[in-house]
């Protein structure tokens, strides 16, 4: 077949490579072996040739044989897109072959030691596995050999002889020697099934053994026979076709059962019997036939008919019985046709009738006259155009035209002139014309609408401020326009806020986002700066940087100091705000002091504290300069500040109080009085707790 292929092909190249001519790209140009060359021919079927390749089965339009071919262009199988494993493959969807399976790829062959002299190995794509007995290597029943296949060590095993039964009353085993260590195996029966006439045959040996099953019968099944009056019956039976068994019962026979019937004397017709019995079973039976008697006959003479009497021919009857020959001639006129006349509104009338040519017999029967069957018709009054008529009868049988009918001649138009009316746009019109008064006659004839003239207007859109339009029509004969009015748009104003900064105002800008128009609204005041803490510039004044992000601003003002007698013949002069003291270290800021207010007006939040460790200062500025408080306030500083010392308050005159104070929450509390203060600052010291007042 594979020469055939290769011939196949062969052909069809060497055909492509012959100059001029061209093979025909239809799928149904093949080569017929036949013919000898490509021509049109018709797909059949197609078969597997090999993994790669089906033959087609065609059939040629030119010679008409069928043939099979492989064809280059045709014969490659299809491809499912399935992909191939070791068990399965690709289908190809013409021929229905399966080609592309991979098959196992075995790994090596590994001992298993399990007692069973086996190997095993899998197949390293789908890990099936297969498991084979060891071979080779000169291993017998006691010694170890090599297998050749795995190399694994195994015992050869027993090379054991036939089973044979052991008759030695162990009731059923048998037993076998190995032919090369003489060693003898001993097992029991088994398998056979013992009957009611032989014992169980081993499967394995062939010997009988056990006992017999007199239960075990092989059944032959007789169908029943009921008794009869003559013959014994019985019940369906079964026999055993290995023994004599049987379940066989006769049934006795039954005897007549006797049934009486009464004598019959015969008639001259009917045969008749003697009295006699039957049997209700069976066929029995005394009945003895006594033959009929025949009749006794007497003549009678014949008898001729009339037209109103019998008569009857010459008969014989039986003085015996009934039987008669006699046969009655009947009573018959001799009858003339007459046609029927139908009765009319006027006239009498009969239906068809006879009469009897020999007598005065006669089946006429006279119709009186139907006098009119009347229809009532309304009046018809008379109109301009036609007749009318007044109220009368007509008669409704076939064939009567009688009427009461009077004709009303027409009464012709009562006219009315009508002036005309010319069309518009939009309504009709019509042509002078008449009616008539007294009906719905007229000359009137319709003018048709004459429709718009109408002019094409431009689309014009709206703006944010100005009106607009879509495209419109407009009549020039009439007011009728399709004109809508589109409103203005109104602006679409998006907002900007500009944040207020230090030193500028905040405010939002609302610009059109389609006719950019703006303006600017909702303005904030400018946020000041908010200085961080003052340093003194050595100048007397003293300068801070502004804290809010992206502002470089740093302040300069002048300090305000303000001087404390401290002692006598001392004192101290100091800057709340930015600390510089004269005679004393510098005040540093405290960053954890806050107050509040309890009476009065403050801006609690621009306090600032100060203290070089040996004064306290508490004053309330902001940027920069001192504010007056005016009240009650409570100020809280951090607990250890006051770590084994006395806040004591300073006085401008000197004076000197201790002051109180309450610990909550790892802070110190007190309460500052600047009610009745002049000044804005307040001066402490804190003196070791064994120096204090």
């Not at 004599?244 to 019937?261: G, I, K, Q, R």
């Not at 008449?434 to 609408?449: A, H, W």
């Not at 621009?606 to 009650?632: H, I, K, M």
């Amino acid at each position: 077949m594979k020469k055939w292929l290769i011939w196949c092909l062969t052909v069809l190249a060497m055909v492509c490579l012959i100059p001029g001519i061209a093979l025909n790209a239809k799928a149904e140009s093949l080569y017929c072996r036949y013919c000898d060359k490509f021509t049109d021919c018709e797909i059949l079927g197609y078969e597997k040739f090999d993994s790669s390749f089906h033959t087609l089965h065609i059939k040629c339009k030119s010679c008409s044989k069928e043939n099979d071919i492989i064809d280059a262009r045709y014969s490659e199988h299809t491809d499912d897109g399935k992909t191939p494993t070791c068990t399965t493959g690709k289908t190809c969807a013409l021929c229905g072959a399966e080609y592309g399976v991979l098959g196992h790829d075995w790994d090596r062959w590994t001992p298993i030691y399990d007692g069973t002299h086996t190997h095993t190995r899998r197949c390293k794509r789908c890990n099936a596995e297969e498991t084979g007995s060891c071979s080779g290597g000169y291993a017998d029943c006691t010694s170890l050999g090599m297998c050749n296949i795995c190399g694994g060590s195994y015992y050869g095993g027993h090379d054991w002889g036939e089973w044979t039964p052991k008759y030695d009353g162990t009731h059923g085993t048998h037993t076998r020697r190995c032919t090369r260590c003489d060693k003898e195996e001993t097992e029991s029966c088994s398998g056979g099934t013992a009957t009611c006439s032989a014992k169980a045959v081993c499967e394995v040996c062939g010997g009988k053994y056990g006992k017999k099953d007199p239960k075990n019968h092989a059944f032959v099944y007789h169908q029943a026979k009921p008794a009869t009056c003559k013959e014994i019956g019985w019940d369906a039976y079964r026999t055993c076709s290995r023994c004599d068994y049987t379940d066989y019962v006769e049934l006795p026979a039954l005897n007549h059962d006797f049934v009486h019937h009464d004598a019959k004397a015969p008639t001259c017709t009917e045969i008749g019997w003697d009295a006699y019995e039957t049997c209700s079973r069976c066929d029995y039976t005394t009945y003895a036939e006594l033959p009929a008697l025949n009749h006794d006959l007497e003549q009678h003479a014949a008898q001729a008919p009339t037209c109103t009497e019998i008569g009857w021919n010459a008969y014989e009857t039986c003085k015996n019985c009934n039987y008669t020959t006699r046969k009655e001639l009947p009573a018959q006129h001799d009858l003339e046709q007459h046609e029927a006349q139908a009765a009319t509104c006027t006239e009498k009338g009969w239906n068809a009738y006879e009469t009897c040519s020999r007598c005065d017999y006669t089946t006429y029967a006279e119709q009186p006259a139907l006098n009119h069957a009347l229809v009532q018709h309304d009046a018809q009054a008379a109109t301009c155009t036609e007749k009318g008529w007044d109220a009368y009868d007509t008669c409704s049988r076939l064939g009567c035209n009688y009427t009461t009918y009077q004709e009303i001649p027409a009464l012709k138009h009562d006219l009315v002139h009508h002036d005309a009316q010319a069309a518009t746009c939009t309504e009709i019109g019509w042509n002078a014309y008449d009616t008539c008064k007294n009906c719905d006659y007229n000359t009137y004839v319709e003018l048709p609408v004459l429709n718009h003239a109408l002019v094409q207007h431009d689309a014009q859109a709206p703006t944010c401020t100005e009106k607009g339009w879509d495209a419109y029509d407009t009549c020039s004969r009439c007011d009728y326009t399709t004109y809508a009015e589109l409103p203005a748009l109104n602006h679409d104003y998006q907002a900007v806020t500009v944040e207020p900064t230090c030193e500028t105002d905040g405010y939002t800008v609302f610009t059109c986002s389609r006719c950019k128009d703006s303006y600017t609204a909702d303005p904030t005041d400018k946020l000041g700066h908010q200085f961080g803490a003052w340093s003194p510039n050595g100048t007397g004044s003293q300068s801070a940087d502004c804290l809010r992000q992206g502002c470089a601003h740093t302040g300069s003002t002048d300090c305000r100091k303000f001087t404390f007698r401290t002692a006598e013949g001392e004192t101290l002069t100091f800057c709340p705000v930015c600390g510089q003291a004269e005679n004393a270290a510098q005040l540093e800021k405290i960053d954890a002091a806050t107050a509040w207010t309890i009476s009065g007006s403050l801006s609690a939040e621009d306090v600032t504290a100060r203290t070089n460790g040996e004064y306290l200062s508490v004053a309330f500025e902001t940027a920069g300069s001192l504010t007056q408080p005016t009240g009650r306030v409570r100020l809280a500083l951090p607990a250890g500040l006051l770590e084994g010392k006395t806040l004591v308050r300073i006085a401008p005159d000197g004076t000197q109080t201790e002051l109180p104070f309450e610990a909550k929450n790892g802070k110190l509390i007190f309460t500052l009085d600047f009610a009745n203060s002049e000044l804005p600052v307040m001066l402490f010291r804190l003196l070791p707790q064994t120096a204090a007042l």
